[in-house]
């Protein structure tokens, strides 16, 4: 019997879900089973595209009046990897020497556990104002195409809207109340390739070598600045992550050669501006080289910023009256679903600490389930107006 008020309870019967992307491993049907008895109004959505998997999503909700207050979340974890190179099974949700072991218990199942154990402190102690909801999906580790982005169009075709939002991804580098995530810079993908002439390597006037103009392109795309940075962001970046050609052997000139990289940008671009930039960085490379080129994109979020107002103030006050800690307000670090619900709702991203997060054992101590736990109950209660404090 799960006590739904207790985070490390929870987040243990979570861990214990083997739901790695995109599985949903029960992870769904037990929140299921303790939000119902709070009150919430638990609806099950499937998505579906073709070349992806098939992702269950679960929306929930408790009351009906504004501002509605939304926890967004995940329960599909990364794959555990190398399960000798653990101290314990990673989905026993071991608990030794106060820390609670097991993939997903930071990224992102215990924030899940400790919002949920905020909310039933907080219907327990009276609080009705408002409105609360949960998003949660499977498909965060994964694609991210039948996931939140879906839920979102779906609500919105029913008319219903969400207020704020709150992602309990772990935000803080080092402990408990460092940072709170109010933006992210956007990321796009290019694929790059320039075309050549096959032949013999020891006839290269009879061919064309494409590799040395990728090089070429290359070398443009990773050393012209794109900007030194704004007020709230770092400055943009590219970087090439899979070079390949397609041959393997050391005597043939081959017929094309490719690049992937990524760009993360910051708020000075937008994804058309962005790519923009990119094909003239890589005309000019073409006109140096005389290459032919193809290029292409691909990528899922934009950037976004949440500025000051009530959902960043009312949780920058409740992480320092819990912590003793003014967290900063930062926007560095990758992407997460945030980047869907930025078109819909002011959103923040706050959970617990990312230095374990995708690794073998990965871990968190007991003690910051509970103070997250108590930070959420203070933001639920000061953000929904409840008469009642934490």
């Known amino acids: 019997m799960i006590t739904v008020t207790d985070p490390v309870d929870l987040a243990r019967a979570l861990i214990q879900c083997r739901s790695v992307t995109p599985a949903e491993g029960g992870a769904l049907t037990l929140l299921q089973s303790v939000l119902e008895p709070l009150g919430f109004v638990c609806e099950r959505v499937v998505f579906s595209e073709p070349g992806t998997p098939d992702i269950d999503n679960l929306y929930a909700r408790r009351g009906t009046s504004k501002p509605n207050l939304c926890f967004a979340g995940h329960t599909d974890v990364v794959p555990p990897g190398d399960l000798d190179a653990w101290s314990c099974d990673p989905f026993a949700a071991v608990v030794r020497d106060g820390v609670l072991f097991g993939r997903g218990a930071v990224d992102m199942k215990g924030a899940i556990a400790c919002f949920v154990a905020a909310a039933a402190r907080r219907i327990a102690a009276g609080d009705d104002a408002g409105s609360l909801s949960l998003l949660i999906t499977g498909d965060e580790e994964g694609p991210s195409i039948n996931g939140t982005v879906k839920v979102l169009q779906w609500l919105k075709e029913r008319g219903e809207t969400i207020d704020?939002?709150?992602?309990?991804?772990?935000?803080?580098?080092?402990?408990?109340?460092?940072?709170?995530?109010?933006g992210r810079r956007g990321s796009v993908t290019g694929e790059l390739v320039v075309h050549g002439v096959q032949g013999h390597a020891a006839y290269p006037q009879r061919a064309d070598n494409p590799v040395p103009k990728l090089a070429h392109f290359i070398s443009r795309l990773m050393g012209t600045l794109i900007d030194e940075g704004t007020r709230h962001f770092e400055p943009s970046n590219c970087q090439v992550t899979v070079v390949s050609v397609p041959n393997t052997a050391a005597n043939v000139i081959p017929a094309f050669a490719k690049a992937t990289f990524n760009i993360r940008y910051n708020d000075i671009w937008r994804r058309p501006t962005i790519e923009e930039w990119v094909r003239l960085q890589c005309e000019a490379a073409a006109l140096a080289t005389g290459a032919r080129y193809d290029i292409s994109f691909s990528g899922t979020g934009d950037v976004f910023l949440t500025g000051a107002g009530p959902l960043v103030d009312t949780l920058t006050r409740a992480v320092a009256a819990v912590t003793g800690r003014t967290p900063k307000l930062s926007t560095s670090g990758g992407t997460s679903d945030a980047r869907f619900i930025k078109d819909i709702a002011p959103v923040v991203e706050f959970g617990l600490v990312n230095s374990t997060i995708h690794q073998v054992d990965e871990r968190v101590p007991l003690a910051d389930l509970e103070q997250l736990t108590r930070i959420y109950e203070r933001f639920i209660a000061d953000f929904k107006g409840g008469s009642a404090r934490a």
């Open 164 to 182: 704020a939002a709150i992602v309990g991804e772990p935000s803080n580098p080092e402990a408990l109340g460092d940072e709170i995530k109010i």
